[in-house]
Every structure is written in structure tokens, then in C-alpha cells.
């Protein structure tokens, strides 16, 4: 569904992925982990077409969307939640959700997702008056995932998801990911810092480091981590437990 190759994308002088090619099968849940600075936001901006990149290609269902302006991305089906969820915290959940669908013209099938997005989260209802700054940390994720929603995508890009969340939180948030696969039939790619609660949701998982993939595999094959730990971190040869960030 997804397909990215040979990509470089740069700030200024500093180049921030060396050449990365990953690919999302649609259906699947695929997660890139990797510390920070790897590179991971900057892999989802270059989907969201925020940023273009220097070389390389990205496809998805086979057409170039590589240079592509970020409304036109959205209206393919590609939807982001951002790193640190972004919600508009003097703005009503409501309104919030609105902003999801800005770019829509289709009025009954809005109001359709509106009403599918309160019954995957009950609380956004409950709470849709409200200012959405007065929400839980958990809930306001619930809320960038809503607003994604309501773009209606096949295609859902989560930057980050469990940052700052207590385990618990992050459980329900992971929960509600599966779900929207199962049920929607979305394709999820989670960028995720700790490798430990992707792995056990992805099908899929690459491991970034220094803008370049350093292992990628089934989820399954990776479970017990060991390969995982050694490509995040990084070990020189000669000193196997010798750790060079
Ligand atoms: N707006 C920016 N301007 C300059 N450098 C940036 C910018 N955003 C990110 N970088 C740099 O690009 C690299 C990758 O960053 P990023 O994609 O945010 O990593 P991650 O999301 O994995 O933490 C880092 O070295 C970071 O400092
Ligand atoms: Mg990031």
C-alpha cells in the first residue's frame, strides 16, 4: 500500500535519513522504532508531504505522493496523528474533530464518521463541549486519533503514541489501534521510541537509528529482542556489549 524508497530527506545541512525504504502492506500494523533523533517524525512528515525529500520515492497504491501538497495527501486517505498530538486546547472536542474533516465536502458521510468516532470513544461524547485542554493526557490522544479519524482514512500514520502516557493509558491506546485495524480495516505505521508495546501489535516492525534502517523483519521473528536491542543501540564489532550511540 505503502512504499517508500531510497529516501533522503534534509534540514538544511544536516541529513536526517540516509536512504531509508520501508513498506506497509495494507492491512498490516507496521512500526518503526528507534531513539531519538533517528529520524522517525521526519519519515511521517515526508509521508504527510510536511516536508520533501531530497531523494527517493514514496508511493502509496502505486502513485508517487512524494512532493504532493499535504491537503492533496490527506484526500488520498493518508491521515497523521502528530508527535505530541497537537490538539487545539481552547477549542471544544468538537470543534476539535471539525478540524479533522475540514477538508471534506461530503456533509451525510461527515456526520456518519462524527457519529462512528463518539461510539469508538465514548468519552469524546461525553465530553464534546468541553475544552479540550481540560482532557486527560489518554483522552487527548484519543482525540488526535478521533480527529484522524475523521478524515476518513485507510491509511494512518501515529507518531508517537504512548509519549508521556502511563502504561495503563498506553494499553487502551493500543487496544483502540488493533481495534481500528480489525474493525476498519485500517493500515497503521506507528513510530514508537520504546520498542517493547509496538512489538507486540505490529506485524511489522523496522528499527531506525542515525536516519538509516538498521533491521527490519516480521514483529513474530523480533519477539524476544535481543536483535532488536543490538540495531537500536548500535555495537561495534570487536566489543559486542560495548555500546556506541
Ligand atoms: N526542523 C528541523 N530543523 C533541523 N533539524 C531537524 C528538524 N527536525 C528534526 N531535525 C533533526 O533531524 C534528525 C531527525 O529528527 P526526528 O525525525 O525528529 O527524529 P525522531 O522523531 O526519531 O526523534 C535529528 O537530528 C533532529 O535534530
Ligand atoms: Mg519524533
Do not use: W
Amino acid at each position: 500500500m505503502l512504499e517508500i524508497t531510497d529516501l533522503h530527506v534534509r534540514y538544511g545541512r544536516l541529513t536526517a535519513l540516509r536512504g531509508i525504504s520501508l513498506t506497509v502492506q495494507e492491512g498490516e500494523i507496521a512500526c518503526v522504532v528507534g531513539p531519538n533523533g533517528a529520524g522517525k517524525s521526519t519519515t511521517l512528515l515526508s509521508i504527510s508531504g510536511v516536508l520533501s525529500p531530497a531523494e527517493g520515492t514514496i508511493t502509496f497504491d502505486g502513485q508517487t505522493i512524494n512532493g504532493t501538497r499535504v491537503e492533496d495527501v490527506a484526500r488520498m486517505g493518508i491521515s497523521q496523528v502528530p508527535e505530541g498530538r497537537h490538539i487545539f486546547t481552547g477549542l471544544s472536542v468538537e470543534e476539535n474533530l471539525q478540524v479533522g474533516s475540514a477538508v471534506r465536502k461530503d456533509k451525510d458521510e461527515i456526520r456518519k464518521d462524527f457519529k462512528r468516532v463518539l461510539e469508538t470513544f465514548p468519552i469524546l461524547g461525553e465530553r464534546r463541549k468541553q475544552p479540550a485542554g481540560k482532557l486527560s493526557g489518554g483522552e487527548q490522544q484519543m482525540l488526535a486519533i478521533g480527529r484522524a479519524l475523521m478524515t476518513n482514512p485507510r491509511f494512518m500514520t501515529i507518531d508517537e503514541p504512548s509519549l508521556g502516557l502511563a502504561p495503563k493509558i498506553v494499553d487502551r491506546v493500543y487496544e483502540v489501534l488493533i481495534d481500528l485495524r480489525e474493525k476498519r480495516g485500517l493500515t497503521l505505521l506507528i513510530v514508537e521510541q520504546s520498542s517493547e508495546r509496538a512489538l507486540k501489535a505490529a506485524d511489522t516492525m523496522y528499527v531506525l537509528r542515525n536516519g538509516e534502517i538498521q533491521l527490519h523483519g516480521k514483529a513474530a521473528d523480533l519477539q524476544d529482542g535481543v536483535e532488536v536491542h543490538k540495531a537500536y543501540f548500535g555495537f561495534t564489532e570487536d566489543h559486542e556489549n560495548e555500546v556506541m550511540i
